[in-house]
C-alpha cells in the first residue's frame, strides 16, 4: 500500500471524473483484519485494544480499574475510551517519524497503534464486520446454551 498512498491522497484531494462531472472521492480501507491493521499501523491480535477502529470495547472491569488504582498493575489504564479518530492517527505518524517509541507513549496515548500508519483515513465508517458478527453470535449462543442448560 505505501507505494501508492501519494496517488490515493491526489485522488481524495482533486477526486475523479465521471463522465462530464468531477466527483469527490472518499477513502475506505475495508479488508480482512491483517489488512486493515497493517495500513493503520494496529498491533494486530495480540493488541491490548484489539479493534483498530472501536476502543470502547476494551473498557475495563470495576476490579481492573480497582487493581490499577491501588497497585497500578495495569499500565496506562482509562476507564473508557473514545473512538479514533483520523488526528489520533496523525500523530501516531508523526511520533513515530520523529523516533518515539510506544513504551515511551504508553497505551492511553497510543492506544495499540504500534507503528506509523501508512494511510490516514477516517477510521469511523471502517468496521470489520466478522468480528463484531462473531462476537455478537456467539454471546448469544452463549446465552441460549445456558439457558437451555438451566
Request: with cysteine; hydrophobic share 40%; net charge positive.
Amino acid at each position: 500500500m505505501a507505494p501508492h498512498v501519494a496517488q490515493l491522497h491526489q485522488l481524495a484531494l482533486t477526486g475523479a471524473v465521471v463522465g462530464p462531472h468531477r466527483r469527490a472521492v472518499r477513502v475506505l480501507i475495508n479488508s480482512d483484519f491483517p489488512a486493515v491493521c497493517n495500513t493503520t499501523g494496529h498491533k494486530g491480535h495480540s493488541a491490548s485494544l484489539q479493534c483498530p477502529m472501536f476502543l470502547g470495547a476494551k473498557s475495563p472491569g470495576d476490579a481492573q480499574w480497582l487493581l490499577d488504582a491501588l497497585f497500578g498493575t495495569v499500565q496506562d489504564l482509562t476507564r473508557t475510551h473514545p473512538t479514533r479518530t483520523a488526528s489520533h492517527l496523525w500523530d501516531m505518524r508523526a511520533a513515530y517519524a520523529l523516533g518515539e517509541t510506544p513504551e515511551r507513549r504508553g497505551l492511553a496515548t497510543h492506544l495499540s497503534v504500534k507503528r506509523p500508519p501508512v494511510i490516514i483515513v477516517p477510521p469511523t465508517p471502517i468496521m470489520p464486520l466478522p468480528l463484531y458478527l462473531l462476537i455478537g453470535l456467539t454471546t448469544r449462543m452463549l446465552r441460549v446454551s445456558i439457558d437451555t442448560f438451566t
